[in-house]
């Protein structure tokens, strides 16, 4: 028996085995850098590109990866949807017109190569193309390509792309070549599916944002898109969302069509943000114009004043006021409450608000403040007046009472309405605007309620300076002289 043939025998089989083992481990090895690459480009493409450039420089660095790893001389690249359609491609051939483009996919994808691995779902390797059906050589193609190597990117049990690989040299390409590549294409496909989604994510991100651009545009002219003028007062407001749409809201409109005599002066805040809070922002607004015009209520009305009958219960509660045309009006709170929580309930949605009523001629305000931020009464001294509130948040509850008020405003005076995201507006450090601040600055004297406003605004904003904005800022000041 011959030991030493068998030893050497042995031997080789034992450094065969070790030259696979280093093969496997230069190519996983390979693959790997191929992947961190991949990965590392995708994360730069993400924070530089456009929208829509970052799939197709995604499938562009996977191809060019692939070539530099096999020493090809050109390639192509498919992504497939589910349904086995080409929904994006890199071709060796950039310059044919996009018919021609379309024409080429799909005899391919019919009869060539890529669509013998598409059925097959396995590496298609072409020694030489003079002796393989499988490869299509079309009239007008402009280079050589004697050897082939495509191969499938799958994930799990899903085809997510094709990469042909092409050299003009029969042989380029070998079974070594084809493991090398079916390593990589299993990274590559972890690669090709994060640039997909985020592709489908942006997609559907700049469809929302349009949607919600519409949302914006249509609550914008939601407010009042000139405010009121008369000889007696000066209204001025500013409204800054958070986001696209926002919750706050502000209203200035005629009472029963008649400017001269009657002024509803509104500002509230929706609980919530964001879309939903602006869908119940335009209801309560409608519901407020509409229920202040309402005429079915002036009876009861003209009753309590004439009998001297306490107020019903639920409706509003003792009122100070004489003005009928103000009752008539202000009644639009409590129906407006009932509506909401009647027929909304289930959404637990309701927004703090003031609605008062201004008689220009008079400078005489009547009011409802329910559970709105406090509404100051200032003149070149600083505040003169505060207005509470008078009742619950509308909407929570049915059959809350609303406690009318009243306050004779004299020439020179300002009314300022604000909502709770100029108190709580947040600089960089997290620090709040605080009710502090906004007081200090109604202390000083003010020519105008545009002028107030500007004034609030800028010491706000900046303020804030870069930090988000984290809520809606909205404010409302009228000037009686």
Not at 11 to 34: D, G, H, I, P
Not at 172 to 197: G, I, K
Not at 233 to 238: D, H, L
Not at 278 to 298: C, G
Request: charged fraction near 25%.
């Amino acid at each position: 028996m011959d030991f030493k043939n068998q030893d050497e025998e042995s031997n080789y089989s034992e450094l065969e085995s070790l030259r696979r083992e280093v093969a496997e481990l230069r190519n996983e090895e390979a693959a790997f850098k191929a992947q961190s690459k991949l990965l590392e480009k995708l994360v730069a493409m993400a924070r530089s590109s456009t929208e829509g450039e970052v799939l197709k420089e995604a499938l562009q660095a996977t191809l060019d990866v692939a070539t530099d790893q096999t020493n090809s001389e050109k390639g192509s690249l498919f992504l497939l949807e589910p349904s086995g359609k080409v929904s994006d491609a890199i071709l060796s051939r950039t310059e044919v017109t996009p018919e021609r483009r379309k024409s080429l996919i799909g005899n391919v994808i019919d009869k060539g190569l890529a669509g013998w691995v598409v059925r097959n779902r396995q590496v298609g390797l072409i020694i030489d193309t003079d002796h393989d059906d499988r490869w299509l050589t079309f009239p007008d193609q402009p280079y050589i390509v004697r050897s082939v190597l495509a191969v499938p990117i799958l994930r799990g049990e899903e085809l997510l792309g094709i990469i042909t690989l092409l050299h003009s040299q029969p042989g380029h390409f070998t079974e070594e070549t084809a493991r090398l590549m079916q390593l990589t294409a299993d990274q590559m496909s972890l690669v090709l599916e994060n640039a997909r989604l985020y592709s489908k994510l942006n997609k559907y991100s700049k469809a929302l944002d349009a949607e919600l651009e519409k949302g914006r545009q249509i609550q914008i002219d939601f407010l009042p898109y000139e405010l009121l003028k008369s000889p007696k007062c000066e209204i001025a407001a500013c409204f800054h969302p958070a986001r696209q749409v926002a919750g706050d809201f502000y209203d200035t409109f005629e009472i029963n069509g008649n400017k001269n005599n009657h002024i509803g002066l509104v500002i509230a805040d929706v609980c919530d943000k964001g879309v939903g809070a602006a869908l119940f922002m335009a209801l309560m607004r409608s519901l407020i114009r509409i229920f202040s015009s309402e005429t079915q209520w002036q009876g009861i009305a003209n009753q309590i004043l004439k009998e001297k009958q306490p107020v019903p219960d639920g409706w509003i509660g003792k009122s100070t006021s004489t003005n009928l045309a103000h009752i008539n009006a202000l009644q639009a709170v409590h129906l407006t409450n009932q509506y909401v929580s009647q027929n909304h309930w289930q959404l637990s949605m309701f927004a703090t608000m003031f609605f008062g009523v201004l008689e220009p001629e008079t400078g005489l305000i009547t009011y409802i403040n329910g559970g709105h931020e406090p509404v100051y009464i200032i003149n070149n001294c600083g505040i003169k007046k505060t207005l509470k509130s008078t009742g619950p948040a509308v909407g929570m509850m049915p059959n809350m009472k609303f406690n009318v008020q009243q306050i004779q405003m004299e020439p020179g005076d300002i009314l300022l309405g604000y909502t709770d995201g100029v108190t709580e507006g947040k600089n960089p450090d997290g620090k709040l605007f605080t009710d502090k601040r906004l007081r200090s600055l109604l202390e000083q004297p003010y020519n105008s309620a545009e002028e107030l406003l500007n004034n609030i605004k800028t010491h706000l904003f900046d303020f804030i300076a870069d930090a988000p904005q984290f809520d809606d800022v909205t404010m409302l000041a009228v000037k009686w002289s």
